[in-house]
Every structure is written in C-alpha cells, then in structure tokens.
C-alpha cells in the first residue's frame, strides 16, 4: 500500500513538474516577443547599441536567406503618413489597442492579486463577469496595437505564437482551477467566455459548449491557422499599402514623398535638380546598368525619421537624442506629428516675414538610394519595395522649395544611421 502511495506521489510530482515547465517556457517565449515589439522603444533610446549587438545578428542571419528574409521586412507605413483613409484607422487602432489593452491587463491583474491577499476566491467581478481570462486579452490587444506601431513580419509571427501560447496557458488554468473549485467554477466556465463575451463567442465557434480537453493534433490545426491568418493578413496590408504608397516617377528616377500634397513639389523640382551635372553624373551609371533602379526619398530637411532612410548625419541617430520617453509618448497619444512636422507652410507668408525664405520649412531634402535586384530588370515603381531589394544609399540634395536652388549636396555612409539594421522602407 506504501508502495503505491509513493508511485502516486511522484506521478503527481512529476505533472506538476511538467506543467510548471510548460508555464515557465511558454510565459519566456511571450515575454520574448514583448521584448522584440518593443523593439520601436529600444531602437530610439541610448540602450540601442547594446540591444542591436545582441538582436541585429539574428535580423542579418534572416536577411541573408530569400525565405526568411520577410521577416525582417515591415507590412504597415512607418515612414511616410498613411496615404488613405483605412491606412490612417489602422494606425491610429494601432495605438488604441496598445493603451486599452495595458489598461485591462492592469486592471485585472490588480483584480485578481488583490483578491489573493484578501482570499476572495476566484475573481468573477469586472471583466471576470462575462470573460473569464481578460489579462491574457488584455494582453494580447496590447500585443496586437505593439504590431501595427511597429509593423515588422517578425513582431507579428510572434504576436500569433503568443496568441496560441495564451490559448495553452488558458486551457492549462481552467484544468487545475476545475480541480481546485470543482462544479461552481464549471458553471461559472459555461456562463462566460474564454476571451470574449459567451454570446459573441458561441458566434464564432458555433459550440455553445466550453471546450474540456485539447488533443495535440487539434492544437497543431489552432496553431497552422492561427499563423497562415496573421501573418497572411500582414502579406495582405503590405501589398495594399505599396499600392497606395505617394509616388511618382521623375525622368527615370521613383520618387516617394511622405505626404501626398508634396508630390506637386517633387514634379516642380525634380525634372530641374536631376538636369544638375553633378547630380546627373552620380546617377548614370546606374540607370544604365540592368536590374538596377533609383529610389528618391523626398522629404523636409529636418524629417526626424531620416536616419532610418540614410545615414544623413548625428543629428538624426534617434537613439543618440536622449529623449527616449518623450518620443514614444508622442508616436502612440499622436502617431502622425512627427511624420507632418516641417511640411507646414504658406507661399503668401514670405512676403510678411522675410526669415521663413531661409527656414527648414522652405527647405526640402531628397536621398538617393540604388536599387538592385538579382531578379530581373524592375517592372513598374512598385517593384521597389520588394522584400528582396537590395537598397544602397547614394547621396542627399538639399533644395530649396520656391526658388529650386540647390543648397548642398553630400555623400552617405553605406547603411542607415543604425548601420546594418533592417529598418523601414516606406
């Protein structure tokens, strides 16, 4: 009798074990896709060169290969104002899911810890009412407005993973809440949701039944489809964005403008600096050579994303800016500002103040950036932002907006101000 006692003890033991291990794994892989969404906040923050000897190796080893390389690519504007109206919802969704989605998990978690100190019992107030695992939504919303703000395939592939992950960690606690609370925490599972509301749930999963036991083969299926309708999704928003992106072709040069209304200016002023001799010097041999292509980036002199485009100089290294909190509160409560400051201006205000002739707002920049593909010869401008390009920036031109004058022209570094990086594109 002994015998069997001690047999069932360390049977136990064992599945105690093996379900804290399960917990332990898949709460580090979910706090590792955290830590890689939040990328956006450790690229522009003085932690960035550490975190990047650490992290950019493996964005350069998915570079390397054409069938991993997607998921260093991004899927959403980053770079440029959304150019539409559904771009501009998403966006701004983006940031509302990031902060709604903090607050729940905040909330319910000070719900439920609370109610252990006081040993309340199970929480059913709240959001505990109709959802039965509101942090791990919470959570996940966060997650989700994390992708749209910081929109590479890799942070999304992980959103789906954590997705899952929060699938098994939620089933895993209804199992030992069941046996820890019996039938009063059965009824309480047939009266609510796992993730939303009972009613919406029944909806989507036409069962009306909570779901008991999860086989291995059906968690496979959850997990393919769960991934081929994210990062499908992402595929989607990324083909549609291209399609809509501001851009125009000059001579034989693609150019992309951050806002739409400074097309007018790129048609004026392009045709003119591309005629400059020095300028047409850099760029002929590599209009003639095959499977090669120039990507003019047009933008205000001070654009504070600049260095993600070209190393254009310190000044435009965000990360060596020290105003870490500061931008990141101003990218989530007012996602375009930083992307629309400088384009601001007037022609009939020249004449009332004679200083705006020679201010950053009179003032436009464009980089070059050479384009290859091993391919084949590109197709149309939208074939420029194929996640198989290889971009090189050139040089930069600073002109000015009214009068056409060329102000400056200076070569760049090879890379972006973060080096080998992979940042946005558009």
């Not at 779901?211 to 595929?235: C, D, E, M, N």
């Not at 930069?396 to 004058?405: K, S």
Request: charged share 15%; aromatic share 12%.
């Amino acid at each position: 009798m002994q015998c069997i006692q001690r047999r069932f003890k360390m049977t136990q033991q064992k599945r105690s074990d093996t379900n804290i291990s399960k917990r332990f794994a898949a709460s580090s892989a979910i706090v590792l896709s955290f830590i890689v969404g939040l990328e956006i906040v450790i690229m522009i923050s003085p932690f960035a060169f550490f975190f990047y000897a650490a992290f950019n190796p493996f964005l350069l080893a998915l570079n390397q290969s054409s069938m991993s390389r997607w998921l260093t690519a991004f899927f959403l504007p980053h770079m440029v104002v959304p150019p539409n109206e559904a771009l501009t919802v998403i966006r701004i969704l983006g940031s509302v899911f990031f902060v709604g989605g903090m607050l729940i998990f905040l909330v319910c978690a000070g719900q439920v810890y609370i109610g252990k100190v006081l040993k309340k019992g199970v929480a059913t107030k709240g959001f505990y009412t109709f959802i039965r695992h509101p942090q791990y939504l919470g959570l996940g919303l966060g997650a989700l407005g994390l992708a749209i703000m910081w929109p590479r395939f890799l942070t999304l592939t992980l959103f789906a993973v954590m997705l899952f992950l929060y699938y098994l960690l939620a089933k895993d606690e209804e199992r030992r809440m069941t046996n820890r609370f019996g039938e009063s925490y059965v009824v309480y599972m047939d009266r609510t949701g796992m993730f939303l509301p009972r009613f919406i749930e029944k909806v989507l999963t036409r069962n009306s039944k909570s779901q008991k036991r999860l086989g291995f083969g059906k968690a496979i299926l959850i997990f393919a489809v769960l991934l081929v309708v994210v990062i499908g999704s992402g595929f989607i928003l990324r083909t549609y964005t291209i399609h809509h992106l501001p851009l125009v072709q000059v001579n034989r040069v693609d150019v992309i403008a951050i806002t739409k209304e400074d097309l007018i200016a790129v048609k004026q002023l392009l045709p003119s600096v591309l005629e400059d001799p020095a300028i047409g010097s850099k760029l002929q041999a590599i209009e003639n050579i095959e499977g090669h292509r120039v990507l003019a980036y047009f933008i205000p002199v001070d654009y504070v994303m600049q260095g993600m485009i070209a190393n254009t100089g310190g000044e435009w290294k965000l990360f060596e800016q020290h105003k870490t909190i500061g931008m990141i509160t101003e990218y989530i409560f007012h996602p375009f500002t930083h992307l629309t400051e400088g384009h601001a201006h007037h022609p009939g205000m020249q004449a009332h103040n004679p200083n705006l002739h020679n201010s950053p707002a009179m003032r436009r920049r464009i980089i070059f950036i050479e384009l290859s593909s091993s391919h084949g010869e590109f197709t149309s401008p939208f074939d420029d932002f194929g996640i198989n390009i290889t971009r090189t920036p050139l040089f930069f031109v600073d002109v000015h907006l009214h009068t056409g004058e060329i102000l400056q022209i200076r070569d760049t570094p090879t890379g972006s101000g973060w080096g080998t990086v992979p940042t946005p594109i558009f």
